[in-house]
């Protein structure tokens, strides 16, 4: 069955310093999510991503947050200066539709920021 | 704005018993309802999702919902749950026709099920 994959699985980085988490999204979907976690709270939405431009993002993805679709397979998240709040888990997700189409996810990329 | 009540942050539940995990929504426009578990370091994974129709829908590994529109409700059952359903249980919603395809999650729900 076809997954959703991220790596890296961790990621431990001292603050100010850029990381860039990696996805590959379902090979024919083409709508591209990432969410995040702060540890003992909820799973917040990040950025939607379709037709290779932002469609919609949250008020948490300010400047320094990107995303880009490098190539056909692979979605990435880059944070420019992490700061110490960005530590979470990232998700990424993907859906073949939007409206009420299934977001399938990734096991996620624990973050944590020193 | 869309929001998501898990008012139940843990669930014990002896093995072969049923459980009931709670969820409420609040939006103003029509949604999509869906139902994710979380397995120890894994990801989301759907359980079951409702669309539109049936206000009862099954899901995967004899968990159902029922949509109840006047009480803005989602609520997840299982008649008799087993140790494997240990994990954390998170409600979702996305608003329909509006052109935003995000996901709103609730806080989630650990269900803990004990021999």
């Known amino acids: 069955e076809p997954e959703v994959t991220q790596t890296p699985s961790h990621q431990v980085t001292q603050m100010g310093q850029e990381v860039i988490l990696r996805c590959v999204p379902i090979?024919?979907?083409?709508?591209f999510y990432w969410y995040r976690q702060i540890l003992g709270q909820k799973v917040e939405f990040l950025v939607s991503?379709?037709?290779?431009?932002?469609?919609?993002k949250s008020e948490i993805f300010d400047d320094q947050f990107s995303v880009e679709r490098p190539d056909g397979s692979n979605f990435t998240l880059k944070i420019r200066s992490t700061k110490l709040e960005d530590s979470a888990m990232y998700f990424c997700?993907?859906?073949?539709?939007?409206?009420?189409?299934?977001?399938?996810f990734g096991p996620g990329t624990r973050l944590l920021v020193l | 704005a869309q929001s998501v009540t898990q008012l139940d942050s843990q669930v014990p539940v002896f093995e072969e018993a049923p459980v009931e995990l709670r969820c409420n929504y609040s939006?103003?426009?029509?949604?999509?309802l869906f139902w994710y578990v979380q397995y120890p370091n894994q990801g989301l994974q759907l359980l079951l999702k409702?669309?539109?129709?049936?206000?009862l829908v099954k899901g995967i590994n004899g968990f159902e919902a029922e949509f109840n529109k006047s009480q803005t409700s989602f609520h997840l059952r299982k008649p008799s749950v087993h140790i494997s359903d240990t994990a954390e249980y998170f409600c979702?919603?996305?608003?329909?026709?509006?052109?935003?395809?995000?996901?709103?999650f609730g806080t989630g729900t650990r269900l803990k099920v004990l021999a």
């Open positions: 409702y669309l539109s129709g049936s206000t």
């Open positions: 979702a919603v996305s608003d329909q026709g509006s052109g935003t395809y995000k996901y709103i």
């Open positions: 991503f379709y037709n290779n431009e932002i469609s919609e």
């Open positions: 997700a993907s859906s073949e539709a939007g409206g009420g189409g299934t977001q399938y």
């Open positions: 090979s024919n979907h083409l709508y």
């Open positions: 939006s103003s426009v029509s949604v999509y």
